[in-house]
Each structure stands twice: as structure tokens, then as C-alpha cells.
């Protein structure tokens, strides 16, 4: 099955992707240039959601991207704390983004790793938005 992609470009099966063009802000390296302000799991009524809102601060600008993983069906996660949040500026960083198929299923799914936890998931949707 292919994910929908809502204001993000599709980007490939590649591993610790960084880089995203997203729609009103054109491209972005969410490592370098932006930081993670707040992870959240919405429950559904079917499924769930993960998002993972970024804050990026440049010259003149502030803005909240978010990445919103949609009909979720998480496979792992592995937190990495007490260590994970920057104490200077409290907030996470993230690592990368892998974009993979399933053998055998062809699902895709993703691996989302940030300095406070990785987590792993099948996901049919991921959309971004901009404020």
C-alpha cells in the first residue's frame, strides 16, 4: 500500500532521511535548522497518530512544522531517556527518518529516531502542516 502524502514532498526508502520540502516553507533540514517542541500519540476510533511537531527559528522567522503520521500501528519503541533532552534548551533533536516496505506485506512504515526515543510503525498517511 502507498502513504499518502499531504504537504510534504514523498521522499523514497531511504534511512535517517532529514531533509523534507514541505509546502510553505519549501526545504527544510528538520536536524540542523529546526528542533522537536513535542511528540504526541492521538488515539483514534480505528487507529492512532503520531506527531511530531518541530519549531524552526530563522533570521526574522519562527515556525511550528508538524508531521503527523496517520492510521498508526506501532511495532517498537525504544526510549533513550533520562538523556535525551538537551538540559541547555530543553527539547529533543531528531536523528532521522527511514521510510521502509514490509517483506513479504508491502506496508510501509517508518522509523523515527529523535534524542529521546525511537519509534517504529506502519503508518498509511503522513501529512505536514505549517503555523
Given at each position: 500500500m502507498?502513504?499518502r502524502?499531504?504537504g510534504?514532498?514523498?521522499?523514497?526508502?531511504?534511512?535517517?532521511?532529514?531533509?523534507?520540502t514541505?509546502?510553505?516553507?519549501?526545504?527544510?533540514?528538520?536536524?540542523n535548522e529546526a528542533?522537536?517542541?513535542?511528540?504526541?500519540?492521538?488515539?483514534?476510533?480505528?487507529?492512532?497518530?503520531?506527531?511530531f511537531?518541530?519549531?524552526?527559528?530563522?533570521p526574522?522567522?519562527?515556525?511550528?512544522?508538524?508531521l503527523?503520521?496517520?492510521?498508526?500501528?506501532?511495532?517498537?519503541?525504544?526510549?533513550?531517556?533520562?538523556?535525551?533532552v538537551?538540559?541547555?534548551?530543553?527539547?529533543?533533536?531528531l536523528f532521522?527518518?527511514?521510510?521502509w516496505?514490509?517483506?513479504?506485506?508491502?506496508?510501509?512504515?517508518?522509523?523515527?529516531?529523535?534524542?529521546?526515543?525511537?519509534?517504529?510503525?506502519?503508518?498509511?498517511?503522513?501529512?505536514?502542516?505549517?503555523?
Amino acid at each position: 500500500m502507498t502513504v499518502r502524502f499531504t504537504g510534504v514532498q514523498p521522499f523514497g526508502h531511504v534511512s535517517g532521511q532529514i531533509d523534507f520540502t514541505v509546502a510553505g516553507v519549501g526545504d527544510i533540514d528538520l536536524r540542523n535548522e529546526a528542533h522537536v517542541v513535542c511528540i504526541r500519540f492521538i488515539p483514534g476510533e480505528r487507529h492512532m497518530a503520531i506527531a511530531f511537531d518541530f519549531v524552526s527559528e530563522g533570521p526574522g522567522s519562527r515556525r511550528m512544522i508538524s508531521l503527523e503520521f496517520g492510521e498508526v500501528e506501532v511495532l517498537r519503541i525504544e526510549p533513550y531517556l533520562p538523556t535525551g533532552v538537551d538540559p541547555g534548551y530543553g527539547h529533543a533533536l531528531l536523528f532521522g527518518i527511514g521510510h521502509w516496505t514490509a517483506a513479504g506485506t508491502g506496508r510501509s512504515g517508518f522509523t523515527v529516531s529523535t534524542t529521546t526515543f525511537e519509534v517504529e510503525f506502519y503508518a498509511e498517511e503522513l501529512k505536514a502542516t505549517v503555523v
